[in-house]
């Protein structure tokens, strides 16, 4: 069977792979498939975990402001998220299943790590360009390491995940990690580079990471939305394979399900996803956006 993969318009990067691992790209599948390291999306262990002050809500935080989430979301993992800035703010958004943890300062990454034994062996760090309302206008995916976090989250996973072979993703401010999810981020695993996807499937059928990387490239993950609340249909296909077909772009994903009504679609409030472009090249990455930003008579990202 190919990669466990939800979203249709990500099989692409994994048809051709036949493996009988498990290899999860939903935190759902994760969960069920790692019984002894599931308690990574438990994210008030994860903050008690790094010595943060955190606490269930009904315990009372010693100093505003904090933040407040879900304990366990794994279905949409920052719905309910807010700043909580006094004890009435508290008193007022007190809601069963969430917690409060010391508000953090600093660059937000979310890094990809591939991990042998508990042992981290290979990392790579994106962070996104925010367009407001919790969407995107593009992800960077670096080239270069992140000492700092690669230091600290190296020290956490060594402490923390004894015995666990897998993909690990997580999401840092300022070096302290905030979520966990025992997968990869399944959005851009072409730019990782040509043999990344069979690298992953060795770490899990034979418990190897074997991965040539010195070659490594920045890559961009170029995002499409649109207003939200209306039906929209697919590009043809013939366009689709013309973008794809324009230098510096290496796939294009059209990010959501005709037949379902809109509101049956996971989405940030501030737009609808319509469609990603990956690339190497920035402005070429862009270009071709433009292209699916004529087709679907949106206004062009600012």
Known sequence: MPICEADPWRLQYFEHVKTAANIPTEDCDAWQWNPAHRWVYDKLAIALSQNLDAGPHGVAPPRFPVFSKPIVNLKGMGVGSRVLHSALDYERHSAAGHFWMTL???????????????????WRHVTGKPAGEGTFDYWTVHAEPDPEIERRCGDWIESNLAGYTGMLNLETIGGTIIEAH???????????????????????????????????????????????GRAWRHPPQPLVQEIKRMPGVTSVQITFHEDRAPDRHAMPPGGFRLAIVNGYDLERTLAARDRLVEFFGVAPPR
């Open 182 to 228: 025992l997968r990869f981020a399944d959005q851009w695993p072409d730019l990782y580079g040509p043999g990344w996807v069979d690298a992953l499937v060795g770490l899990y059928e034979s418990h190897v990471w074997d991965f040539y990387d010195e070659d490594r490239s920045e890559g961009y993950s170029v995002v499409l939305f649109g207003p939200p």
């Open 104 to 122: 953090l300062d600093g660059r937000h990454v979310s890094t990809d790590i591939a991990v042998v034994e508990g042992a981290p062996c290979w």
